[in-house]
């Protein structure tokens, strides 16, 4: 069982950025972003393999940025550019495979999820 602890949410104005990290247990291939807000399906953010590929969610590339770190088995989550429309529970997932995808339905493990709040 990998258990997987989100932390870095926070309340920010437009504009402006944040950091999210997840440490796991342990390491799995594959791992991700998603996000939900209130009354939404839940939304994969960006997705990143055990070798190191991304993928993104439409929209995203360019201000969000997948990364890990093998040693600490921690991923990150730069987010720039804050919009309200990123106003969302983020969560970080994994999954034994190793190819990036933004489908929920193919993560084994999940979060808590971190709160981001973008305020106009």
């Known amino acids: 069982q990998v258990q997987l602890t989100e932390s870095g949410g926070g309340s920010v104005q437009t ?3 944040l950091r999210l990290s997840c440490v796991a247990s342990q390491f799995t291939d594959g791992m991700a972003w998603f996000r939900q807000a209130p009354g939404k399906e839940r939304e994969g953010v960006a ?3 055990g070798n190191g590929f991304t993928d993104y969610g439409d929209s995203l590339t360019g201000r969000f940025t997948i990364s890990r770190d093998y040693a600490k088995n921690t991923l990150y989550l730069e987010m720039n550019s804050l919009r309200p429309e ?3 529970m983020y969560f970080c997932a994994a999954r034994h495979g190793a190819a990036c995808s933004l489908d929920p339905a ?3 493990y999940w979060g808590q999820g971190t709160q981001v709040t973008v305020s106009s």
């Open 47 to 49: 997705s990143i393999s």
């Open 106 to 108: 193919y993560f084994n």
């Open 86 to 88: 990123d106003t969302a």
């Open 15 to 17: 504009g402006e950025s």
